[in-house]
């Protein structure tokens, strides 16, 4: 994938022409905040034309750049490269997070206890499961499969926020996750279909069970297809998720603005802004993610169900 360029932006002067209005340069405070946030959208503007006049995948690989670049604004815009964190800590048995999240010493404990155990089936049972069945189909490809496992202190992290949000035990919060271990396949647009439901067939015939699938293709935010299994003789959880080369690279461009929409705690003028903002971008990136064939003839399952 191509780099961002210093070009890829418009100026102040072409974005003032864009908009019929005057570059920054000089404004007070609050015209210059009103001229940035033209030019941002003059940016992303730039990418959609160029969707209108190409073929989607076309469109697609010259808008990314844009869009890249506008993410780049966005996060300058709310200094969110500014405010690095410390890692998290371990103190007399407890666990200190990013965020201010913490655990004591018992639900800590509970955590490690648990996350050993679904590693474990993990590397030994799923994973090998997995690559048999990935090698089973050359034409798609088993992505990240270096990332399979969750990291031990972002899952720290979530079952913090639900501890905190729903006033689950820590035992129950992991139980809720089925993503600590987790895997993704990608497909041509054309073929995504087909290999998708061939791979949902392979999955059960290697003994797993499926618990749920969710078919976003139709999503503002998220484009995709995530599925939730269970191993049945260690009962873990774990996640596969099928994507387009298209949809995964806008997943991954666009986790960070979920992460923060995410966790966000407070509800101020600002952070409003912030989140009506991260939205809109992820909606634009979204909007441009090309449409596999036929893909809303795979249902979810259980019907109706979330």
């Given amino acids: 994938m191509e780099g961002i360029h210093e070009t890829d932006a418009p100026s102040a002067a072409e974005t003032a022409t864009d908009r019929g209005k005057p570059a920054p340069e000089g404004l007070p405070e609050t015209g210059r905040r ?61 666990w200190r997070g990013k965020g201010g999240r913490s655990l004591d010493a018992a639900s800590n404990a509970e955590i490690d206890l648990g996350y050993a155990r679904i590693r474990e089936v993990g590397e030994n049972v799923i994973g090998p499961a997995i690559l048999r069945l990935a090698a089973e189909d050359p034409t798609r490809t088993l992505a990240g499969f270096d990332r399979r496992i969750k990291g031990v202190d972002r899952l720290k992290e979530k079952i913090a926020d639900r501890m905190r949000s729903k006033g689950r035990s820590a ?9 600590v271990v987790r895997f993704t396949f990608t497909y041509d647009e054309t073929a995504y279909t087909d290999g998708v439901r061939k791979d949902l067939e392979r999955l059960e015939t290697a003994g797993f069970t499926q618990v749920e699938r969710r078919n976003t293709w139709t999503s503002d935010q998220y484009k995709g297809i995530n599925t939730q299994w269970l191993e049945p003789q260690s009962g873990v959880r774990f996640e596969v998720q099928f994507h387009t080369q298209a949809s995964l690279e806008a997943k991954e461009l666009t986790h960070q603005a979920y992460e923060r929409i995410r966790t966000v705690t407070e509800s101020t003028p600002s952070t409003e802004r912030e989140t009506a903002e991260l939205k809109l971008f992820q909606d634009r990136v979204s909007s441009v993610i090309p449409i596999p064939p036929r893909v809303s003839d795979i249902d979810d399952y259980p019907p109706g169900g979330h």
């Fill in 171 to 179: 035992t129950e919060a992991l139980a809720q996750i089925s993503d």
């Fill in 34 to 94: 009103v001229a940035e946030q033209r030019m941002y959208w003059a940016l992303v503007d730039r990418a959609y034309a160029i969707a209108r006049g190409s073929t989607a995948l076309d469109a697609w690989a010259e808008a990314v750049p844009k869009l890249q670049a506008s993410w780049r604004l966005l996060k300058e815009k709310y200094g969110r490269e500014e405010q690095p964190e410390p890692a998290p800590q371990a103190d007399g048995g407890s």
